[in-house]
């Protein structure tokens, strides 16, 4: 179940749209970040909410790579192993990442703390390796600066 | 007048149609995947793909709609090429498993690629691999096979309305699949089974068991279900019902079914059915001749005739078999016997609704068409959910809702939910209140027209405000005049009535009110009917007052007329209705029955009253197709011909006459057959060779179905009123019953559950239904099951002052706390074993709204 503060985000966002299925992308953002996830709990407490139902909701979730199918960490890491950022390192830090947070591409690492989601490119070439962490964007990235940005999110 | 041009052809159109369309009316074939002329256009498998001149590229022809002067080419050498080209790519996953594909032979791939396809693919590469998916009891699902043309879920979000399955995932990973991505949960109407053009979604019923082409004879039928009547067709091989499938284009359904229409067809050979007739020896049932049997029935009806008088003699006609067994069932009673003691289960809801609706509007009041649910502007709906009870209709008001019309409910129905339905909620015992207030705003609004005296004679003495009503019932000042604004705006107005509101104290009046708002909305009315053939029972006399035609047995001058061409002199007394048969067998002025086709034990409320009733009697005959509750009380067990062995005519809840056809042989009689013999035995002729003869009779008598015949049938001349028989316009003094029940606070009540997978105790026998709805449940609001510490699947034992059942419980997030919803389709396990009742003094309903229950957890 939604909390009344999210209930009441929704409600905003559907006066927004003609239609409850238009208001569905946000609204699954809530859920998603409601519920960490999107469960099979936060599909049903989406389509109760704006009556749309559950299979379509679903399907369009699924329809897009932004949405968390599966339990994902209390912090996603959306690294850059494209062209610039890979000459510039950026499998390192993938390592990295393996060895000192034991986290995978695609994976969750096992204190729940991050996950990790390999991405190709986002716009930074000329500050290469990059990555975002949450919304938060990080450039110029060495094994020692990744270490001590990602020591602020616990 | 549009012209067009293709392949040089000319081609005149009347009205804008898509190019496929216009070329398909001129018989020019242009091949498809996607394209399903019930479906929403999609333009999603190229295909269609035609070249149109002054177009740049290559056009969808299912999507692009003509314009004069259009010239259009279906073959050419690049469309040849484009569509060779489609194939391979389809092909490139699509596994070539058609030897094993129970599709294979009737497969829209199979076909195209046979016709217009490549020898063979140059793609090298490993196919997709998605395991079959055999997690549902009733729908298997081969996702390898399927091509995303996405028919399967327009057809359950467009047409079915049910939006359980969905497009999952995107570009080369995507597949189809319903939420739980196993089994579907779903209304299982097998629609998209029948849309799918390849072997991606089937059937489970019939898996590896027969090659379409080994079909050799298939019948269009009449569905055995409910009222609706959809056309079926049953494909036949070795005697065997091997599927069951819609027809594209039919009147009632056009190419829509329900579960149980298109599973539901498996107790047809069902192990558990009955063969052999059954005497009762020393206390045991035990088997016997055939002659054995309708001797001894004879015999003992005949003793007992002259005993006790014919009217200790009483027969229980059946909604499920056809006019032909019930019409020479009530004959056989009428003539044979000597009383007018005949009635059916009708008469716990539909009979009495429908002669209180006739009454007032006239006769045939009733008799609308199914579909125009779907053109009304405003369709307002009380007392059952109609996409359960009757699904076909369900799916009109669906349409309508999806039209932009207004869906307008009196509680809530699960099947309308995400239609988003205008909805009244009034507190539990105030619905009268509620009405009461929609009549008297809607009146202030609309004024009379004074076409219908005693009828508005009524609404001028209704006057309650909407204060009374916000008070009573819980329903705000506001919301109700909203609602009364929408009824006051329909210009195409239906209302659908369910069994509930019949079934519910005071519920003639409640009825009366109804017919008000319709006849203030200039509305027409809608009954529910659960069973095939209510109406057809009704119309052939089987009932304790009328004889066919509705013709009253108490005016001498068609007991006269009747006789006269049945050559025996009929009884001007009206019989004994259904309830009052059960308290005379009480009593035991009631000596012996006949019971066709029904199970009255398990369908007429409180089982316990009316089991007892009938081991009252001296001599019980049960004649059906399965070994009921009643029939084991039996004395003589008759095993009748079932649905799909015989010939004959269902009438809908249109009043459609129907042709119901034999599809499968099958050793013995049908049950007009078994009564005629008995008949013979008592010495009154009946000499019948086939149901057809039984018709012609019906024609000659009932003024209702005069001259029919099955050709004039077959040919479309089967709708009400037949050949124009003139509506009788029966104005009479209106008689309701206004009483009422307050609720107990903290009480809880019984509620009986409609549901969709089962119809009777019928359904019980289908494999595949019995698969999805197991067994028997009582459904328990989550605050309630909360409040008593239950969780779903403990075992509880449900009390009433009738009697007691012990049943699982299943949790309804959305349930109230005031009720115990059980359905009455088990056997032994029905809701009806709990439900004593009152009967409404006007309609004779039984009133079980009240029915006040205790509920305890069984500790293992």
Known sequence: MFSSAAKQEIEDIRTKYPNARAALLPTIYVAQREFGWLSSEAYDAVADLLNVPKATVRGVATFYAMYKQKPMGRHLIQLCTNVSCMILGAERLVDFLKITYGVEPGGVSPDGRFSLVIMECIGACGTAPAMLVNDDFHDNLTEKKLQEILEKYT | ?860
């Open chain 2, 1 to 860: 007048m549009i012209t067009i041009t293709i392949n040089d052809r000319e081609i005149k159109l009347e009205k804008p149609v898509s190019v496929l369309e216009a070329a398909r009316s001129a018989g020019i074939k242009i091949p498809t995947l996607c394209y399903h002329e019930q479906l929403e256009r999609y333009g999603g498998c190229r295909l269609c793909l035609v070249e149109v001149e002054k177009m740049p590229r290559l056009q969808t022809a299912c999507t692009l709609m003509v314009a004069d002067g259009m010239v259009v080419r279906t073959e050419t050498e690049q469309i040849a090429d484009v569509r060779r080209g489609i194939l391979e790519f389809l092909l490139i996953n699509h596994p070539l498993d058609c030897p094993y594909c129970d599709k294979a032979g009737e497969c829209d791939l199979q076909d195209l690629v046979e016709k217009y396809g490549p020898g063979k693919g140059r793609f090298k590469e490993k196919k997709r691999k998605v395991p079959e998916s055999l997690q549902d009891p009733v729908i298997v699902r081969n996702m390898d096979r399927c091509i995303m043309c996405t028919r399967c879920v327009r057809m359950c979000e467009g047409l079915q309305g049910a939006s359980a399955i969905a497009v999952i995932n995107r570009g080369g990973h995507s597949h189809i699949e319903p939420f739980s991505s196993g089994r579907f949960d779903c209304e299982y109407c097998g629609n998209c089974v029948s849309v799918c053009p390849v072997g991606a979604i089937m059937s489970r019923l019939h898996r590896h068991s027969y090659r379409p082409w080994q079909v050799k004879e298939q019948y269009e039928t009449v569905c055995p279900y409910c009222g609706v009547g959809c056309t079926v067709v049953t494909q036949v091989r070795d005697d065997v019902i091997k599927r069951v499938i819609p027809k594209l284009g039919s009147t009632v359904n056009n190419g829509m079914l329900c579960s149980r229409g298109r599973f539901g067809y498996e107790f047809v050979g069902s192990k558990d059915r009955l063969s052999v007739p059954l005497i009762r020896k020393n206390g045991a049932l035990a088997e016997a001749t055939w002659e054995e049997a309708i001797t001894l029935v004879a015999k003992k009806l005949g003793n007992i005739k002259s005993t006790y008088g014919s009217d200790a003699v009483a027969g229980m006609a059946s909604p499920r078999c056809t006019n032909e067994d019930n019409y020479v069932l009530q004959k056989f009673l009428r003539v044979a016997v000597g009383t007018n003691n005949v009635d059916t289960t009708a008469r716990t809801g539909f009979a009495g609704a429908q002669s209180f609706i006739e009454n007032i509007f006239g006769q045939g009041a009733t008799a609308n068409i199914i579909s125009g649910l779907a053109n009304s502007d405003t369709v307002m709906v009380i007392g059952g959910d109609p996409t359960t009870v009757n699904p076909i209709l369900g799916l009109q008001i669906r349409a309508c809702a999806r039209r932009g019309g207004q869906v307008m409910t009196v509680g809530e129905f699960e099947g309308l939910r995400i239609f988003s339905p205008t909805k009244l909620l009034p507190r539990q015992f105030t619905e009268t209140f509620l009405l009461e207030g929609i009549v008297t705003a809607l009146r202030e609004k609309k004024g009379l027209s004074g076409a219908n005296a005693p009828l508005e004679g009524k609404i001028k003495s209704i006057n309650v405000t909407a204060a009374d009503v916000a008070a009573k019932s819980g329903v705000s000042e506001k919301q109700l005049a909203a609602y009364v604004d929408l009824l006051a705006a329909a210009t195409t107005f239906s209302i659908v009535i369910g069994k509930e509101t019949v079934q519910s104290i005071g519920g003639s009046y409640k009825l009366l009110l109804l017919a008000a708002i319709t006849y203030l909305a200039n509305g027409r009315v809608y009954l529910l009917s659960e069973k095939a053939n209510e109406q057809g029972a009704l119309d052939m006399g089987c009932a304790p007052d009328m004889l066919p035609g509705y013709r009253p047995v108490a005016y001498p001058e068609f007991t006269k007329k009747y006789g006269a061409v049945w050559h025996a002199e009929l009884s001007e007394k009206p019989g004994l209705n259904l309830f009052e048969m059960i308290e005379a067998a009480e009593k035991g002025t009631l000596r012996a029955m006949y019971v066709m086709g029904e199970n009255p034990v398990c369908n007429i409320p409180n089982s316990g009253r009316v089991e007892k009733a009938f081991k009252n009697l001296d001599f019980l005959i049960v004649q059906d197709i399965f070994l009921t509750e009643t029939a084991k009380l039996a004395d003589v067990v008759l095993p009748a011909l079932g649905w799909g062995e015989k010939d004959g005519t269902f009438t809908n809840m249109e009043r459609r006459i129907q042709r119901v056809k034999k599809s499968v042989q099958r050793e013995g009689m049908e049950d007009w057959k078994i009564v005629a013999e008995i008949a013979k035995n008592m010495g009154y002729r009946m000499d019948y060779t086939k149901a057809e003869e039984v018709f012609h009779e019906i024609a000659k008598v009932s003024p209702l179905y005069r001259d029919l015949s099955y050709e004039d049938i077959e040919k479309g001349e089967n709708i009400y009123p037949y050949k124009g028989e003139p509506l009788r316009d029966v104005k009479e003094d209106i008689q309701i019953d206004t009483s009422a029940v307050s609720a107990a606070a903290g009480k809880l009540y019984l509620k009986v559950e409609r549901p969709l997978f089962h119809s009777g105790t019928m359904s019980t026998h289908a494999a595949s239904l019995m698969n999805i709805y197991p067994h028997a449940v009582a459904r328990i609001g989550a605050g309630r099951a909360k409040m008593l510490s239950l969780t779903e699947g403990d075992v509880v034992t449900v009390r009433s002052k009738a009697g007691a059942l012990s049943l699982f419980i299943a949790i309804e997030k959305a349930g109230d706390d005031l009720s115990v919803t059980i359905s009455n389709n088990f056997e032994s396990k029905g809701a009806f074993r709990l439900a004593d009742y009152t009967l409404d003094q006007v309609t004779k309903a039984p009133c079980i709204d009240a029915v006040e229950i205790s509920i305890e957890k069984v500790t293992a």
